[in-house]
């Protein structure tokens, strides 16, 4: 009985540093200037603010991520993003299952409070979030998306929850 | 098992202070964790 207690704590010592490791990187990550890949970074400070008119965002669709921070919490990530029709998305797949919702906290942060900044080949843009649940336009949306990235975002996936679509829209 | 203790003890702080400190590192266990999460949530 001794010996498989012991292979049951030196199993779970073992485990412990690959735990430490993620835990480290990811407070680590939470003061940098913004995101690296899956952890939330901290804000994203540096960077011009931009103001003016409302940017063409095609450029968007040559740029594989971009980074976005919430006002509300105060943390940034890396995320994917596409203009259509002159708008800009972004979304967040596998929220439907738990381990999906666990991973990805921010859409629900954003339904909550959609204020963002966004930055963008080092611009940062603030933006509002709000969250489309259905709708003709998702047809060409999904579709932009899967031409851009391996995605396989529907518009069925979209109106049942697996998948969060956000519109960036101006903030008011 | 008490000079197990120690050494695991020691290995948790090494990891904290490579992750932590060592320019790189913590850039190799996100890309490693993204990798187990992204299966893990497909």
Known sequence: MNVIKNAIIIVICILLIPVTAVATA?????????????????????????????PDW??????????MQLLDPLLSRRIWTVEHQDKLYVW?????????????????????????????DGVRYERQLRRIRSGDSLDGIAAAITAKYPSQTTRESIESGDVWLFEAGPRN | MKTFYWLIAFSLVLTVLVVALVPGADDTVERIFQQYLGRAAR
Do not use: C, H
């Open chain 1, 58 to 67: 095609s450029f968007v669709n040559s740029l594989p991520t971009i980074e």
């Open chain 1, 26 to 54: 990811a407070v680590k990550a939470r003061f940098a200037d913004g995101p690296n890949r899956v952890f939330s970074g901290g804000p994203l400070v540096s960077g011009e603010l931009y103001a003016g008119a409302e």
């Open chain 1, 92 to 120: 967040s797949g596998y929220m439907g299952n738990v381990v999906g919702r666990l991973w990805k906290r921010w859409p629900v942060q954003a339904e909550r409070d959609g204020r963002a900044v966004l930055r963008i």
